[in-house]
Nanobody, 125 residues
Framework: VQLQASGGGAVRTGGSLTLSCVLS????????MGWFRQAPGKERDFVAA????????DYADSVKGRFTISRDNDKNTVYLLMNSLKPEDTAVYYC???????????????????WGQGTLVTVSS
């Protein structure tokens, strides 16, 4: 299983970016995909998640109304549209795949079995 994240970059406050994450390998057993982020000196935090089947979503309170997660089942790709970006959104963003569906909840890092390499998002004021 491999995850390839892309789309990071540098934007000004209020700008937008779209991150993509392609899942390859044992895709048939994947239950959900999530995005997490880690700012310098901080822990990795949940951002958003989506299930492949029903498309159910979950968001961190800090990004609700600004970020939208979506998926393309045919392309095994998950997107994170980020609008109204703020300096506090600056972080390395990681996508993750939940294959085992352990039941911890798609908002928890423990739920995920595989992680991508991360893509850096920098928001300047």
């Amino acid at each position: 299983v491999q995850l390839q994240a892309s789309g990071g970059g540098a934007v000004r406050t209020g700008g937008s970016l779209t991150l993509s994450c392609v899942l390859s390998g044992r895709t048939y057993s994947s239950y959900a995909m999530g995005w997490f982020r880690q700012a310098p000196g901080k822990e990795r935090d949940f951002v958003a998640a989506i299930t492949w089947g029903s498309g159910s979503t979950d968001y961190a309170d800090s990004v609700k109304g600004r970020f939208t997660i979506s998926r393309d089942n045919d392309k095994n790709t998950v997107y994170l549209l980020m609008n109204s970006l703020k300096p506090e959104d600056t972080a390395v963003y990681y996508c993750a795949a939940d294959l085992s569906h352990a039941g911890y909840g798609i908002h928890r890092a423990l739920e995920y079995d595989y992680w991508g390499q991360g893509t850096l998002v920098t928001v300047s004021s």
